[in-house]
């Protein structure tokens, strides 16, 4: 008895509305206190927040309480819905009066519960089955999908390639509009042309891509004079270059101004017999008539450092990179039922106060 | 055109509201009809000037609903609050404090118009506001916040309206009541609306982002004061809860742009 009296306290309308301002203490608490999200680094310091993931506040709405909190409210208003459902079974038996106002009210209040019952499940279900990924690639760059999405739901050579990258901008510098003109290979073969544009996502194969980003990244172009001749690349921050079997170099850095001295590049060079890094200015020649012994007094600044080996810089050219946003929710249909359920049962809850409000006023106006 | 219309109109605002605070502490009912008449010319000039705004905006070939930066939606805030003053007839039944409605209209248009760190001009869209679904979900949410804001007038009126409300506390809790539920409503849409442009602009439906919560905890108080009703018939408790509610809704509209969020105005 004192059990079943413990329960039905339990799975009360108190608790519901208990629940409801514990869910919202956490949420305000996962705006006040920096979050760390899974998959982020937290800062490198010690700090007295490291404590915090420990007690699920570094990551309160992934944490352990916030889940079983709003576990405890599904439970609850799956309850307190059976509950509602028993009454109209039992309702159905008696006048008809009692069960058309439950039809509407009961019905009403039961669609908005199971809906935010059907949109928590969605929405777990979405974290846990679905994924997401970015990746940025520049104009003519390909780059393979399927080892960026963990499930193996996309064939395993569908690839993206970027033709064509472009943005426009208003008159105050703030862009108005950036697009991707983006090709998807199954293998080498083109399978679909899209064009991706913020707001205006692509969908393939149950996957879909989203213009998220752009940025603009310097490209090097430089001469290398090896054995007589000068080779001409254009280098892109990380790229590795190679120069023959065991000589290579990469362009680690770009800088469009090192020190007031104009546009550089740092470049870390590979050889069984030599390796180091050089600063390759595009003004080296003006830099030495101002500086004389420079290139003595700082042999890192020398581009001809590297025996048989000459490095230039010709200019910095920059180019944009879009930032392409991959995304798979296969739960989604599952939250658009629950969202559906909830407006639904929300009109004609509104509905049916609306039509109680004017029956309540013309009784009260018959019976004065 | 429509700056010069939106900055004159705090000025009928200020002056009902100043007639209204006459009318209350010296007790003669004087410039009633004159306060009416200013609030309405007020909220023409104010539909007026938004309207204007928007037309505006295609003559200059940038062409979108003004709900765009922090200036106009301080200024659609502003007019929600008069549209559901005159929608739940405040200015008829409760114009003692339901003036307070009008104060908090006043506020929120004189800090568009006067603040200097807020540009009036209208500003293109950028490339993640050019949405339809921009429109929907702007509207729904400020009809939510404006529908809130006079439940908590309502509330502020039936704990400290004075005893002429102590008789009538179960009528003025019905009408806090259909406030909520209207505000609930459109609250409710806003965030779906929301959620679904989310979805297409940013690949998420929900993100935890700060708006998003707070506009979650928002929801959650209106849900639970909504359950409280069921509960207990407890009027001041309800009516100390809707003030809650309005100070969460203005932290939603406000307080985020202090947390580092994708919804920030400045």
């Known amino acids: 008895m004192l059990l079943v009296r413990l329960l039905s306290r ?64 599904c439970l609850v208003l799956v309850v307190c819905s059976w509950r509602g459902i028993r009454t109209w079974a039992r309702g159905a038996n008696k006048a008809g009066l009692e069960l058309r106002r439950w039809n509407t009210a009961g019905l009403s209040s039961l669609l908005i519960h199971l809906g935010v019952v059907v949109i928590v499940c969605g929405f777990i279900s979405g974290e846990c089955c679905g994924t997401k990924a970015y990746v940025e690639i520049s104009e003519g760059e390909t780059v393979s999908i399927a080892p960026l999405i963990r499930q193996r739901i996309i064939d395993p050579g569908l690839a993206i390639r970027c033709d064509d990258f472009s943005v426009e901008y208003y ?97 870390d060079f590979f050889s069984p ?15 030495v008539t101002v500086f004389p012994d420079i290139l003595s007094r700082a042999p890192q600044f020398n581009p001809d450092r590297f025996e048989g080996y000459a490095f230039s810089l010709d200019r910095i050219e920059p180019y944009y990179v879009t930032g392409i946003l991959i995304a798979y929710d296969p739960a989604l249909p599952i939250v658009i039922l629950g969202a559906s359920m909830f407006l639904s049962g929300l009109l004609a809850r509104c509905f049916f106060s609306s039509c109680r409000a004017r029956r309540n006023k013309t009784i009260a106006e018959g019976e004065s | 055109m429509n700056v010069t219309i939106l900055n004159s109109v705090p000025f009928f605002y200020l002056g009902a509201f100043a007639l209204s605070v006459i009318r209350a502490v010296t007790g003669v009912p004087i410039g009633g009809r004159i306060g009416n008449a200013l609030w309405i010319a007020g909220f023409a000039a104010h539909s007026a000037g938004i309207v204007f705004r928007w037309v505006e905006s295609y003559t200059l070939g940038i062409g979108h609903a003004p709900l765009s930066n922090f200036y106009e939606s301080l200024v659609v805030f502003s007019w929600t609050v008069i549209f559901f003053y005159f929608v739940f007839g405040l200015y008829r039944r409760y114009e003692e404090v339901g003036s307070l409605a009008v104060l908090i209209a006043f506020l929120l248009i004189a800090c568009a118009s006067f603040s200097p760190h807020l540009d009036s001009n209208i500003q293109p869209l950028i490339p993640a506001l050019k949405s339809n679904w921009l429109i929907s979900h702007v509207i729904t949410c400020f009809l939510g916040y404006g529908a809130f804001a006079i439940a908590a007038v309502l509330g502020v009126n039936l704990l400290w309206g004075g005893g002429r409300w102590k008789d009538q506390s179960s009528a003025l809790d019905e009408r806090i009541h259909q406030c909520i539920v209207i505000g609930f409503f459109f609250f409710t849409v806003g965030i779906m609306t929301g959620a679904v442009w989310a979805h297409h602009a940013w690949g998420r439906y929900w993100g935890w982002d700060p708006k998003e919560t707070w506009a979650l905890i928002t929801w959650l108080i209106y849900a639970a004061i909504l359950h409280m009703r069921l509960i207990r018939r407890d009027t001041r408790r309800i009516a100390f809860m809707t003030i809650a509610g309005l100070a969460s809704s203005l932290f939603t509209f406000l307080g985020v742009n202090y947390l580092s969020g994708l919804h920030a105005y400045f």
């Open chain 1, 10 to 73: 339990c799975f009360s309308l108190r608790a519901a509305v208990a629940l409801l301002f514990a869910i919202a203490v956490f949420a305000v608490i996962g705006t006040l206190i920096p979050q760390h999200p899974r998959g982020s680094a937290p800062g490198e310091e010690p700090h007295w927040g490291d404590v915090l993931p420990y007690i699920g506040l570094g990551d309160v709405f992934h944490s352990f309480w916030f889940i079983v909190l709003v576990l405890l409210l």
């Open chain 1, 171 to 267: 008159d105050s510098g703030l862009p108005g509009e950036y697009r991707s003109e983006l090709t998807f290979l199954g293998g080498d073969v083109p399978l679909r042309k899209a064009t991706l544009l913020v707001n205006q996502p692509f969908a393939l194969q149950g996957v879909r891509y989203y213009q998220a980003s752009y940025r603009k990244v310097p490209l090097a172009v430089i001469g290398v004079r090896h054995g007589g001749r000068v080779h001409a690349l254009t280098a892109k921050p990380g790229e590795v270059h190679e120069m023959d079997r065991e000589t290579c170099f990469r362009v680690s850095r770009i800088e469009e101004d090192l020190m007031g001295m104009g546009p550089a590049m740092k470049i």
């Open chain 1, 273 to 287: 017999a030599q390796s180091g890094h050089v600063w390759v200015f595009s003004q080296i020649e003006h830099i």
